[in-house]
T-cell receptor, first 113, second 112 residues
Framework: DAGVIQSPRHEVTEMGQEVTLRCKPI?????LFWYRQTMMRGLELLIY????????DSGMPEDRFSAKMPNASFSTLKIQPSEPRDSAVYFC???????????FGEGSRLTVL | AQSVTQLDSQVPVFEEAPVELRCNYS??????LFWYVQYPNQGLQLLLK??????LVKGINGFEAEFNKSQTSFHLRKPSVHISDTAEYFC??????????FGKGTKLTVNP
């Protein structure tokens, strides 16, 4: 398997623009997680899905953030409108279980100017 | 709910020296414990895990960790580090069916 695939790897945008990050989990994994990593706050769980259904979105910072998982092989994280404080590395991860080993993608580095 | 404390945010060591990265956790249920490593500009990857059984767990790249239930600790050790071990290391815990909770990370810098 190719592992968790994220795109784009790098995104530079201007404040107010819409940003869409994409993730393809490992086939057969029932759980998908979106994390955000910054120097100040470390690794934060934003939201996770089980069998394409959002289970816990308590980490989503505000209404500007939304995530979808239309099928088992694709998820998106959208920020609209983006702000400079959204600049971070966003990771997608997948696993068989909530408590088990997570497999991470290489991340999407977002810079909002 | 679970929580994880990584006691050192940065650990500098010289090459070939031993290293210990400390991790303490709190949980009201039985736990599963993990160490992940993140190399620069990469995602996290699993270094080792404790699910049950032997309290001494061996992982990749010569790392090992010991689960100490009475001390609620899961410290990571390596007897002799290499320059290539320079990375950030994350301890994580989950309990029962709960999702993983990560610590804030320890940046290990190995100097020549």
């Amino acid at each position: 398997d190719a592992g968790v695939i994220q795109s784009p790897r790098h995104e530079v945008t201007e404040m107010g623009q819409e940003v869409t990050l994409r993730c393809k989990p490992i086939s057969g994994h029932d759980y998908l997680f979106w994390y955000r990593q910054t120097m100040m706050r470390g690794l934060e769980l934003l939201i996770y899905f089980n069998n394409n259904v959002p289970i816990d979105d308590s980490g989503m910072p505000e209404d500007r953030f939304s995530a979808k998982m239309p099928n088992a092989s694709f998820s998106t994280l959208k920020i609209q409108p983006s702000e400079p404080r959204d600049s971070a590395v966003y990771f997608c991860a997948s696993s068989f279980y909530t408590w088990g080993e997570l497999f991470f993608g290489e991340g999407s580095r977002l810079t909002v100017l | 709910a679970q929580s994880v404390t990584q006691l050192d945010s940065q650990v500098p060591v010289f090459e070939e020296a031993p290293v210990e990265l400390r991790c303490n956790y709190s949980s009201s249920v039985s736990v599963y414990l993990f160490w992940y490593v993140q190399y620069p500009n990469q995602g996290l990857q699993l270094l080792l895990k404790y699910l049950s059984g032997s309290t001494l767990v061996k992982g990749i790249n010569g790392f090992e960790a010991e689960f100490n239930k009475s001390q609620t600790s899961f410290h990571l050790r390596k007897p002799s580090v290499h320059i290539s071990d320079t990375a950030e290391y994350f301890c994580a815990v989950s309990g029962g069916s709960e999702k993983l909770v990560f610590g804030k990370g320890t940046k290990l810098t190995v100097n020549p």
